[in-house]
């Protein structure tokens, strides 16, 4: 049933800590573990295992494109998971989360679309209406606004 499922236990390989801040783009491969503060965009290989899993203390703004992505933190940015997503009770996400496989926690909140596609290695075309802009069309209140965004 439901509760007898096991758990995957994901390898840390890299660890941003809770005082920590880090302004610039992140590759990686294997595990990384975020609890301090993202901001840029967080990206791995597709045909890899890695892990991007992120704390309730921490917050990354950017994009993710990461095969497996647990969240329990704050994302302001698309996430891009090829394999899986879980958001957890604490996952607060302003951006589209992109997904083959989704878990989703009572409590955790999306403002923004979940968006099912299997094969990701082309980017998502934009809604119809919508030009693609160097500015963010999502605000925090969930309505889209025309060429600006409110945090």
Same mark, same amino acid.
């Given at each position: 049933m439901w509760g007898n499922r096991k758990r995957k236990v994901t390898r840390i390989d890299s660890l941003i800590g809770q005082h920590t801040e880090i302004h610039g783009n992140i590759a990686f491969s294997g595990g990384l573990h975020v609890d301090g503060k993202v901001e840029g965009n967080i990206v791995a290989p597709t045909e890899s295992s890695s892990v991007l899993t992120l704390s309730e203390q921490g917050y990354i703004k950017g994009e993710i494109r990461v095969p497996n992505v647990i969240l329990n933190g704050k994302v302001i940015g698309n996430v891009y998971a090829e394999e899986h997503v879980e958001l957890a009770l604490n996952a607060r996400i302003i951006g589209n989360v992109y997904y083959n496989l989704i878990e989703m926690a009572m409590g +955790?909140?999306?403002? @923004?679309?979940?968006?099912?596609?299997?094969?990701?290695?082309?980017?998502? +075309?934009?809604?119809? @209406?919508y030009e693609k802009t160097g500015e963010s069309k999502v605000s925090t209140k969930g309505t889209r606004e025309e060429g600006k965004a409110s945090a």
């Open positions: +955790a909140e999306v403002n @923004g679309s979940l968006i099912h596609a299997s094969n990701m290695t082309e980017q998502p +075309a934009l809604p119809i @209406g």
